[in-house]
């Protein structure tokens, strides 16, 4: 098959934590021969918040570490690839720290950490800062609050739910929900099953569907085989790779 346009639209990029190593070196590394052109970087978790600690307290200092590690990834223009910064929102909700660099926020904690305050009014002024903004929010979080999130907290807003939903309840608990009906709703790809994927084209389309690879969880050119050996037509796999993500950016610069 002819080379076609991809870029990554969900892997991580950190230099404050070592483990696993994720700087940027490291992915382009990881990507070696491959014809990944451009990614979407997520700071770390590690470098956001204490995910080990329910009961987690901010500090200075774990502010400033969300500090810095949102400002590395806006360092990365220019380089070998294309780097689409996303900026990682936590509890201070610092939406001030938003730049016309960043092309999305991430929102992300598992069901045994620290939970984001929805109910400070903070998250609601950083809902209307992001909407102001037109950018997309990959969401990765319980299936109770994926569904507030969308339906009450942020309504309208594009949401981006990663590895179609495998994280956040379920592939199939989503789907009873009526989440990926949704047309503000969208999802990648990273580590989620080729049965999941296939069912999700089959009964809502290719359109919303992003390719990612959850580096360094996740390796790209075999997150990028995988879609490869689904039987899916140049079209379906060229918006999957990049067209849709860019189409996604494009509304982002036009304020749609």
Not at 86 to 99: G, H, K, M, T
Not at 203 to 217: E, I, K, M, N, V
Not at 228 to 238: C, Q, V
Request: glycine content about 4%.
């Amino acid at each position: 098959m002819h080379t076609m346009r991809v870029i990554d639209s969900h892997a991580h990029c950190g230099i404050q934590e070592p483990y696993p190593p994720q700087a940027f070196e490291d992915y382009l590394a990881a990507i070696r021969k491959s014809p990944i052109s451009g990614v979407a970087l997520f700071p770390p978790v590690a470098e956001i918040y204490d995910r080990h600690d329910p009961f987690f307290t901010d500090t200075p200092s774990w502010r400033e570490s969300r500090k810095t590690a949102n400002h590395y990834l806006t360092t990365l223009k220019n380089r070998e690839i294309d780097v689409f910064p996303y900026f990682f929102i936590w509890n201070d909700f610092a939406v001030d720290q938003l730049s016309d660099n960043h092309y999305g926020i991430k929102w992300h904690r598992h069901d045994d950490e620290p939970r984001y305050n929805y109910d400070d009014p903070a998250c609601q002024a950083a809902v209307q800062a992001i909407r102001k903004r037109n950018l997309p929010v990959v969401l990765e979080e319980e299936l109770e609050n994926t569904i507030r999130f969308v339906e009450t907290i942020a309504p309208g807003l594009t949401v981006i739910i990663p590895h179609l939903g495998m994280l956040n309840g379920g592939y199939h608990r989503l789907a009873s929900a009526g989440i990926w009906e949704n047309p503000n709703v969208w999802a990648d790809t990273a580590l989620a099953p080729a049965r999941d994927i296939t069912e999700y084209i089959d009964q809502y389309g290719h359109h919303r569907l992003l390719f990612g690879s959850d580096f360094p969880f996740g390796h790209p050119p075999s997150e990028l085989s995988k879609i490869r050996r689904l039987s899916l037509a140049d079209t379906e796999m060229k918006d999957i790779f990049a067209n849709n993500l860019m189409r996604l950016y494009e509304q982002i610069q036009r304020g749609i």
